[in-house]
């Protein structure tokens, strides 16, 4: 539900791992290397193949 | 179930309630995360102290409250001076926010600078607790919606949500319209459902947040903060009876999965 890993295949930005994840609307935190991130604050950073992802859903209560 | 590892708990305080025991929180993390260090950060802005850093934090505060509950929020025009001085005197604890509604994503991702860059990580739970009600948008109905808490780093619990988001029963609210059409004392009101909801300055508001503090814990564990037991304490209540139920009136406190996986300590990273 909440948090999920994602190996990356091959190159690509963030921006084109968010459209190819349909998660352009949805509230997200990225991890990579052990640094968190808001995606739309790095949409240029290119992602690696073999790169971990851990994409952290933002989960509202109530 | 898949189960992250967890290093550090630490609580914060921007503006909370006066019922709010944040020691009592901590206290209660301890006894059922032993393994896990509690810290108690006090105000986040206080790691912040420079004037100028304050005045652009509250500017940034008064562009994320939300004027029309069905006109999604665009960081659009500056705020006026009076709303900045009105947020600054709300970080320096001069002043208690009431009857303002904000973005619950935006005041988050703002919550998120407050932390320290090495600690922005799932091993380390950031929970801040506020008085500020937010709310978060829904396409569905496009519209707002009130809310007690949003997971992520950092999670963050509001006392005001605890009230006011929970629907009260449908009988009160029919009541409150006849009250109201009569001139009546809604306190009498109030006095009548006694105990039926959460209130301002509910004395069970500690034991009550302790439950939702669980519920960020459980999201940096497994990801989900939530439970489908009403019965335990991580489900999320859509109304006051729902979450009196599972905070305050249930024979047990988590469900049987969610009791194994507490006693099992598997995830403390510091033993």
Redesign the interface.
């Known amino acids: 539900m909440g948090i999920e890993k994602i190996e990356i295949k091959e190159d690509k930005t963030i921006k084109e791992l968010i459209d190819e994840l349909n998660l352009s609307s949805v509230p997200i935190l990225l991890e990579l290397d052990g640094e968190i991130f808001y995606p739309d604050e790095n949409y240029g950073k290119i992602l690696k193949a073999g790169d971990i992802v851990v994409v952290i859903r933002i989960v509202a209560g109530g | 179930m898949r189960v992250?590892r967890l290093n550090k708990i630490l609580l914060y305080d921007e503006g909370m309630a006066q019922a709010l025991n944040i020691e009592g929180i901590a206290e209660y993390l301890r006894k059922k995360l032993g393994k896990v260090e509690v810290e108690v950060r006090g105000n986040p802005f206080a790691l912040y102290p420079l004037q100028d850093k304050i005045s652009d934090y509250a500017r940034r505060i008064a562009s994320i409250k939300i004027q029309d509950a069905t006109r999604r929020m665009s960081l659009g025009p500056e705020p006026l001076y009076g709303e900045i001085e009105y947020e600054k005197r709300r970080i320096l604890g001069k002043t208690r926010a009431f009857g303002v509604l904000y973005d619950?994503?935006e005041l988050?991702?703002l919550f998120?600078e407050l932390i320290p860059e090495e600690e922005?990580?799932?091993e380390f739970v950031h929970i801040f607790f506020t008085n500020r009600l937010f709310a978060?948008w829904e396409?569905s109905d496009k519209r707002y919606?009130?809310?007690?808490?949003?997971?992520?780093?950092p999670s963050v619990i509001s006392t005001t949500?605890?009230v006011e988001?929970?629907a009260r029963p449908r009988e009160y609210y029919l009541l409150k319209q006849q009250y109201e059409m009569l001139g009546k004392d809604l306190l009498e009101l109030k006095d009548r459902f006694k105990g039926i909801f959460i209130d301002y300055e509910d004395e069970r508001l500690t034991e009550v947040v302790n439950g939702?503090a669980m519920?960020a814990v459980f999201?940096s564990l497994v990801?989900?903060?939530?439970c489908q037991d009403k019965g335990c304490r991580l489900y999320?209540?859509?109304w006051q009876e729902e979450l009196v139920l599972a905070q305050l009136g249930s024979e047990y406190e988590f469900c049987p999965r969610h009791a194994k996986l507490l006693e099992d300590g598997e995830w403390a990273l510091r033993r």
């Open positions: 992250r619950g994503l988050q991702r998120f922005r990580s799932l978060t396409e919606h009130a809310r007690t808490s949003v997971y992520g780093i949500g605890l988001a929970p939702y519920q999201y990801g989900d903060p939530f999320n209540a859509h």
